[in-house]
């Protein structure tokens, strides 16, 4: 794998490298399983959780895999930090930066925030998820379960749903994906779609019965009001009539269709409590498992010249 130092998006990784990742990751979903789960890989290194928005799945999924390899793992408690008090991402990252950690995980609500604070530090940076820019370890994680159901992602035909325009998530599953090789369609109301989402490659749908059509996967988004300014829904109760799953649009798929959705799930407004629930075709729990296995292998692989240059200068 080429060596890169900091882990910002999907967006321009090649195929080699994400599928480097996922077999590294694939190697690590033994590790949940087994009675001795921790690592020293990372031992004496130093891992902040540097979260500006609330995100506890994501937040404790690098924590658990940041101690699974050994490392020293530090949550940033940022309702009581110097950002409220007016102190610039630029003087965080300076202050941070003097303390030497090894690796930021960092999310924010603006995008670019994530790459901007790579530029100032010197340790690693993995992005958590930055405003609707990029989430690169969900789509990672997304991918891994789907390729370990599915046995591959070549040639499947997956819809993603709902809230597009605001996404992160989506935005970097249509990266990965189509770079794998899958085909890719969004399906959302018109207003909840970026303009010229098309020119990523993927097929645009505004009828979700016409777009689960012979579908292998569907995977479902949560509806960001936190970014909304305006309204881009008419209510709830009309956005799950039209673009909520439910069995009856779900039939409209193939036959054994599986279920995703990258959580918190707004139960009821994206997704029937049924269809999410359901064991023979829901993978939503699995998506949470592959989580922690993905976070340990970005970790492992995104520190591996920190370790080589340890050895060198040892």
């Known amino acids: 794998m080429e060596s890169r130092k900091h882990l910002l998006g999907i967006q321009g990784l090649s195929i080699d490298q994400i599928t480097t990742l996922l077999d590294l990751s694939e190697s690590y979903t033994l590790t949940s399983h087994q ?44 309702n009581n930090s110097s950002i409220k008090k007016g102190e610039t991402l630029i003087d965080t990252a300076l202050t941070l930066n003097a303390m030497t950690p090894d690796v930021l995980i960092v999310r924010h609500p603006d995008s670019g925030a994530v790459n901007l604070l790579s530029q100032k530090v010197n340790c690693v940076v993995i992005n958590a998820g930055d405003g609707s820019h990029e989430h690169p370890t969900q789509a990672l994680l997304d991918g891994l379960t789907i390729r370990r159901r599915c046995g591959k992602l070549q040639g499947l035909i997956i819809a993603i749903c ?19 090789g899958a085909s890719v369609r969004v399906i959302a109301p018109p207003t909840l779609l970026p303009t010229h989402i098309e020119n990523l490659g993927v097929e645009v749908f505004t009828d979700m019965r016409q777009g689960l059509k012979d579908c292998d996967i569907v995977m479902m988004l949560r509806l960001q009001t936190e970014r909304m300014q305006g309204s881009f829904v008419p209510s709830f109760r009309e956005y799950f009539h ?22 918190p799930m707004n139960r ?47």
Request: charged residues 25%; proline residues 1%; hydrophobic residues 40%.
């Open 162 to 180: 709902g809230d597009i325009l605001h996404s992160r998530v989506a935005r970097s599953n249509i990266y990965l994906l189509t770079t794998l």
């Open 35 to 78: 009675t001795k789960r921790w690592r020293d890989i990372l031992r004496s290194r130093t891992v902040i959780n540097l979260f500006f928005e609330n995100s506890t799945r994501t937040r404790t999924s690098f924590e658990l895999a940041g101690k699974r390899l050994g490392a020293d793992v530090i949550n940033m408690q940022l």
């Open 242 to 263: 039209f673009f909520g799953l439910d069995y009856k649009k779900l039939a409209l798929a193939k036959e054994n269709t599986l279920i995703m959705h990258p959580g």
């Open 268 to 314: 009821g407004v994206e997704i029937d409590s049924a269809v999410a629930d359901d064991i023979h075709r829901s993978l939503i729990q699995e998506q949470v498992e592959m989580g922690v296995a993905v976070r340990m292998a970005c970790l492992d692989m995104y520190t591996r010249n920190l370790r080589l240059n340890s050895i060198d200068h040892g």
